[in-house]
């Protein structure tokens, strides 16, 4: 089985690997940041919470806001 990817391409600056994830899990904090642009996120975590979740919560956070702000443009 294939590890799982723990450095992403930010949502922001679109710099290939720049994003990396850390996990908590004394605070169950996930936390996702980019060294280049210096963006962040931050989310709940748990004992299964993997480095992709985060990142995966982030985009889906993106999309979010993006799809509210087009809604309330149109």
Not at 32 to 47: G, H, L, M, P, Y
Request: aromatic letters at 6%.
């Amino acid at each position: 089985m294939d590890k799982l990817d723990t450095v992403f391409s930010c949502p922001f600056c679109n710099h290939g690997s720049s994003v990396e994830c850390r996990i908590d899990m004394k605070n169950l904090i996930g936390e996702a940041n980019c060294r280049i642009c210096q963006e962040s996120f931050s989310t709940t975590a748990n004992a299964l919470t993997e480095a992709i979740d985060i990142y995966s919560e982030w985009i889906d956070e993106c999309e979010r806001v993006n799809t509210v702000e087009d809604d309330d443009g149109a």
